[in-house]
């Protein structure tokens, strides 16, 4: 059994898609989880309950944590330490191996503008502190023997379910109302965004790997470095519409905050959009022989996904 702890999300869905290829024994596991694939099995569970965990992984050869909270940080503070202890627990107990579909938060400041499997871990958020403990919990587990294990890392990510997706909230929800698309602090400067279905794919493949695991892993995502600006061109062609862009500058980021939750959580993210923020999968494309769809195609699939 394959089981995707946190199944209803982008990642989660597109995650079962991806493991139909590997197995037909899928377990989903959210609060209320659907079917992907004919043949899911359907665990509905409460995973900030220690017991609803432990019974979610009992049985599983290899569990997939994509579980993705709500924005905010005092959320984040109080939800993931807990969460990933007991995960980290339950799949020590039941020798499942683990794979973790994470973010790049725990790599902060100028270390963004190349990011590597060997990139430090240096928090320069309060979020990125959180992820730093989840990520150090596993990390840690590994080295003494306990828990076998993936950190498969991914940078902000986009595709035909929107959710949590900052790039479909500050593009195509506002390109397809009408208004202008929106960015955060420069525009004109690099921002890696990678497309879900091939982020999904490669955790597929890493899980199904055994070789891959006690390793951090970058997911595979297309190599071509675009700017916020081309990002908002791409999919103004797609969508036919103008490609003009508000740029929502670091203070006055923090000024909206005071009345637009979002920005104000987004805030302390800045250093993700005001500088260079390249995500390098080469270690994971070498390895696997692995094309990821262009951004160009990958924003062409999604439009015409929505559209239909």
Request: contains cysteine; glycine residues 6%.
């Amino acid at each position: 059994m394959q089981t995707i702890l946190g199944s209803g999300g982008a990642i989660g869905t597109e995650l079962a898609k991806a493991l139909s290829r590997f197995t037909n024994e899928i377990r989903l596991v959210s609060r209320n989880p659907r079917k992907v694939n004919d043949t899911d099995s359907l665990f509905p569970a409460d995973l900030s309950a220690q017991e609803q965990v432990e019974q979610a992984v009992q049985g599983s050869v290899i569990c997939y944590l994509t579980l993705g909270y709500d924005y905010n940080t005092k959320l984040w503070q109080e939800k993931w330490p807990p969460l990933i202890r007991n995960v980290v627990e339950a799949c020590i107990k039941h020798q499942s191996k683990l794979v973790f579909f994470d973010n790049v938060y725990a790599i902060g400041g100028d270390n963004v503008k190349r990011i590597t499997e060997s990139s430090p871990i240096s928090p320069s958020s309060k979020k990125g502190e959180v992820r730093a403990y989840v990520d150090k919990h596993i990390l840690e587990s590994v080295e003494k023997g306990k828990l076998t294990a993936i950190l498969a890392r991914a940078p902000d990510f986009f595709g035909p379910i929107k959710d949590k997706s900052v790039l479909m909230n500050l593009i195509y929800d506002n390109l397809a109302k009408g208004k202008k698309a929106q960015w955060f602090c420069n525009a004109d400067v690099v921002h890696t965004t990678g497309f879900a279905p091939d982020l999904a794919q490669g955790t597929a493949i890493l899980g199904n790997a055994p070789e891959a695991f006690n390793q951090v892993w970058n997911l595979p995502v297309d190599s071509k470095a675009l700017t916020g600006r081309e990002w908002v061109k791409l999919f103004a062609d797609e969508m036919n519409t103008s490609a003009e862009v508000q740029v929502l500058p670091g203070l006055g980021m923090g000024a909206l905050g005071l009345f637009v939750p979002v920005l104000k959580e987004m805030y302390e993210m800045r250093y993700q959009f005001d500088r260079e923020y390249y995500f390098d999968s080469t270690k994971f494309v070498t390895k696997f022989d692995y094309t990821a769809t262009t951004n160009k195609e990958a924003v062409k699939k999604t439009v015409t996904k929505l559209k239909n």
